[in-house]
């Protein structure tokens, strides 16, 4: 085990804590963080990551759909391999510091340690600050990532935000343009690993008093939107019996999501509603549509399509019985992903040099990875994330925590680079 240095380990995490206080500072909201894909904080945060990139000697460059990209040319002659690694620096609204910038602000500071130390890589590697992970904007996710993965259906960028504005429009409003996506894509034979440093998001590290943890898988997931058309009437005219209340039909699809999900005891299977939107939203008039969000994810992906499968009959059948359509919209589906066992194995062993045991756990949340892995392996480091709040402007990693995480990627960047050698 080598001896960590706990003064560097700490002024890692302190580099780390002033960019991640950086970049809080492009934000649409005035007492929070909100950071949406293509949004003017965006393209400025896209900025500050661009200078940061540079400023530890990468080559930095903003693509067509808005992705930072930073270069280390760390390695001797001209290598076939490139390595990624990354994260998003898009938030969801009212979000947390650490959610996907952390492992943009890792990656950066890992690859500033590589240089700084002198470390020589059999392979290129390369930053990547995705900007539509959350996809909180528009009704889509991972779109940044699945350009650089080649998996992008370009049909997405006719998708409209509430505004109605579309992601192709957008683009064009800051510069960007949809057209020169597919030339984006990274091929398979040029690229080695994708490896993302992330917060947990949880509490599972917090649980077992580790900085640091592997991540085995990421769950599968599936998004809906389910909408009732009932009839508007007055409050206080229309007897119960005779109304067709969009509302109650939305309410009772609800229970009946929370019923299914609670019932299922093998896997952990979970089932938000986040979003809900009733009109005309008048306290004295019966609701005539009501639109509720439904998002769901399993590590197990039949376990997962067999309660999405229960939800949408049981919305069909409140909709017959209360006489309100219903409207079903699927939109986005991912089945589990599952990470490289060798970037794991790796990953493990850096952390047993570091004097930490080799924990794995899975990922509950969705990440770029997911899209990534499509492309070439996938690995992943899970951050200790305080009292396992995120998606909340209380989501916090600690100073040292992050320091050891800067190590770790720098670490299992070495790493890989000496298999690699002994494998080429
Ligand atoms: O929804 C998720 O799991 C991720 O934060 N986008
Ligand atoms: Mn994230
Ligand atoms: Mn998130």
């Not at 192709?168 to 080695?192: H, V």
């Not at 939107?277 to 992906?301: F, H, Q, T, W, Y």
């Not at 690995?379 to 190590?407: Q, W």
């Amino acid at each position: 085990m080598i001896t960590l240095d706990g003064l560097a380990i700490k002024a890692l995490g302190e580099r780390a804590s002033s960019l991640i206080e950086g970049l809080n500072a492009f934000s649409s909201q005035e007492d929070g963080l909100t950071r949406l894909y293509l949004s003017k904080e965006h393209k400025e945060a896209c900025a500050y990551v661009c200078a940061a990139m540079e400023t530890v000697g990468l080559t930095a460059s903003i693509d067509a759909l808005g992705t930072v990209h930073g270069l280390l040319k760390a390695s001797e002659g001209n290598p076939s391999k490139r390595v990624l690694i990354g994260s998003h620096i898009d938030t969801v609204r009212n979000g947390g510091s650490y959610d996907g910038n952390l492992g943009v602000v890792v990656g950066i500071l890992a690859l500033e340690e590589i240089r700084k130390r002198g470390i020589k890589l059999p392979f290129d590697v390369e930053v990547l600050a995705f900007g539509d992970e959350e996809g909180v904007r528009f009704p889509t996710t991972l779109l940044s990532a699945s350009a650089i993965a080649g998996v992008l259906d370009p049909s997405e960028f006719d998708l409209s935000d509430a505004d109605g504005i579309s992601v192709r429009d957008a683009l064009k409003a800051l510069g960007g343009d949809a057209d020169s996506a597919s030339a984006l894509a990274y091929s398979r034979d040029e690229t080695l690993a994708y490896l993302e440093v992330h917060i947990e998001q949880g509490p599972v590290l917090e649980s077992k008093d580790l900085p640091l943890g592997v991540v085995t898988a990421i769950a599968g997931a599936r998004r809906f939107s389910f909408t009732y058309k009932g009839v508007a009437g007055h409050a206080g005219t229309v007897p119960m019996g005779l109304r067709k209340d969009a509302a109650v039909s939305a309410a009772q699809l609800i229970c009946e999501i929370d019923k299914v999900a609670k019932a299922e005891e093998q896997f952990s299977l979970v089932a938000t509603v986040g979003d809900v939107r009733i009109k005309p939203g008048a306290v004295n008039v019966i609701a005539d549509e009501a639109m509720l969000s439904l998002d769901v994810r399993c590590e197990d992906d039949e376990c997962r399509q067999q309660a999405e499968a229960a939800i949408v009959a049981a919305a069909n059948r409140i909709a017959s019985e209360n006489n309100t359509p219903v409207e079903i919209i699927d939109y986005t589906a991912i089945d589990t992903v599952h990470c490289s066992k060798r970037l794991q194995t790796l990953a493990g062993e850096v952390l047993q040099d570091m004097g930490l045991p080799d924990f794995r756990l899975m990922s509950g949340a969705g990440h770029d990875g997911q899209v990534m892995a499509q492309l070439c392996d996938l690995g992943m480091l899970f951050v200790r994330c305080k009292g396992g709040i995120s998606h909340n402007p209380l989501e916090h990693c600690s100073t040292e925590d992050m320091g050891y995480a800067v190590e770790a990627l720098v670490r299992w960047l070495e790493k890989l680079g000496s298999h690699h050698s002994s494998e080429s």
